[in-house]
């Protein structure tokens, strides 16, 4: 759907950092392109899918498997403490493209930060230091060598 951030990283009309890290059937993983921590990743449905309750069998089917081998590489290549998996799904107060947003969080990040959980990212927004760009794509690289892309 043109208009749609998460779709239009998607077909290229926006870049996409990094690049796509693994693509399934029905599901994609790239890094966060927002002022995340480095090593954020989404993993969002490739069609265009607004509510959760939307997805079809085989899309709900493969999503719990994928983000626990997502969280599980995650684990592997960042040693957090937690890897934090968050549904989100709004832009200025208007339902979008669902994501998952699957973080490894670190002791470094959070006493950097100050915070922990929903108010770590909330903290992270705030800052608006998004992840230098070499730095993203060294880890894409990295996400797509442990998933075997």
Do not use: N
């Amino acid at each position: 759907m043109e208009g749609c951030l998460a779709c239009d990283l998607v077909t290229g009309r926006v870049e996409l950092p990094g690049g796509q890290i693994l693509a399934t059937e029905h599901w994609i993983v790239e890094h966060t392109i927002g002022p995340l921590s480095l090593g954020t990743l989404i993993v969002k449905p490739k069609r265009h899918v607004v509510h959760f309750w939307e997805l079809d069998e085989p899309e709900a089917t493969e999503i719990g498997p994928l983000l626990r081998r997502v969280s599980a590489i995650l684990a592997d290549l960042a040693q957090p403490e937690q890897v934090y998996v968050a549904l989100w799904s709004h832009a200025g107060g208007v339902p979008v493209h669902i994501h998952f947003v699957v973080q490894p969080v670190t002791r470094t990040l959070m006493d950097s930060i100050g915070d922990y959980g929903p108010h770590l990212q909330v903290a992270l927004f705030d800052a608006g230091v998004t992840p230098p760009r070499d730095e993203i794509e060294r880890f894409a690289e990295r996400a797509r060598t442990a998933f075997g892309a």
